[in-house]
């Protein structure tokens, strides 16, 4: 692991860091960019060992890198549910998290679990894991009403939910409206009904996307229901 971290500090840039900084990042990093860490991942895929003390570091770049290269189904949701509480900022909670719990077999389970928690990092977590769990599977493995439910909890309290939460519940509804069909309906109105989402992105460029036009734009390119081969991007 020694030569894992120094070669990530090789690759860490001061200004990839300060860009990091400005969305929130307070915690150690080197400033690493997502595509070089996935040219590390070949070196760390396959042993499940090495992907835990990557993450048990705290430095964003080896948590994310642990992430890329995790197999989901090898956690143990013990294992899971600690990655999800010591995710220290929202790159971590809302993207590393989830690409590996949504590759677990009870991941749905585990995501219904995190979205009740109060920390609105594990929350947040949860909505992306359902989310990405919806990317991925045949419609035949779904529980369609249990998916409904959620469609429903959005337009009820997605005002009044956290900051993040606001954030990752409109992705959600987004990946309702592209990989589930029978349910396509159902995602775009309850994305009319919620119309833009407000979420603080500190002092950054981004912007929460429109549900509406994200899943009309699936629409219209008639990409509606094809699955994700993976989780992770």
Not at 95 to 116: L, S
Not at 184 to 208: E, H, K, Y
Request: proline letters at 3%; glycine letters at 6%; aromatic letters at 8%.
């Amino acid at each position: 692991m020694v030569d894992i971290l120094r070669e990530l500090q090789s690759l860490g840039s001061p200004q990839t860091v300060k860009t990091c900084r400005r969305h929130g990042a307070e915690g150690e990093m080197y400033g690493v960019k997502i595509s070089d860490l996935k040219k590390l991942v070949k070196r760390v895929k396959g042993n499940h060992a090495l992907v835990l003390e990557l993450w048990d570091t705290q430095n964003s770049d080896a948590m994310y890198l642990a992430a890329l290269a995790a197999d989901g189904r090898e956690f143990t949701r013990k294992q899971l549910d600690g990655w999800a509480k010591t995710a220290w900022w929202y790159m971590l909670s809302c993207y590393a998290v989830p690409y590996v719990a949504a590759e677990h077999p009870a991941a749905f389970g585990i995501a219904q679990k995190w979205m009740k928690a109060r920390a609105e990092s594990v929350a947040s977590a949860g909505w992306n894991t359902y989310a990405l769990a919806l990317a991925v599977r045949p419609d035949s493995e779904l529980d369609f009403a249990a998916i409904q439910e959620r469609l429903d909890f959005v337009q009820a309290s997605i005002d009044s939910a956290a900051n993040r939460v606001r954030y990752c519940m409109n992705g959600f509804v987004i990946s309702v409206g592209c990989y589930v069909e029978p349910l396509l309906r159902s995602a775009q109105n309850t994305a009319q009904a919620i119309g833009q989402v407000q979420v603080d992105l500190a002092d950054t460029a981004c912007r929460v996307p429109l549900a509406v036009d994200a899943i009309d734009k699936v629409v219209q390119m008639g990409r509606v229901g094809r699955k994700r081969k993976s989780t992770k991007c």
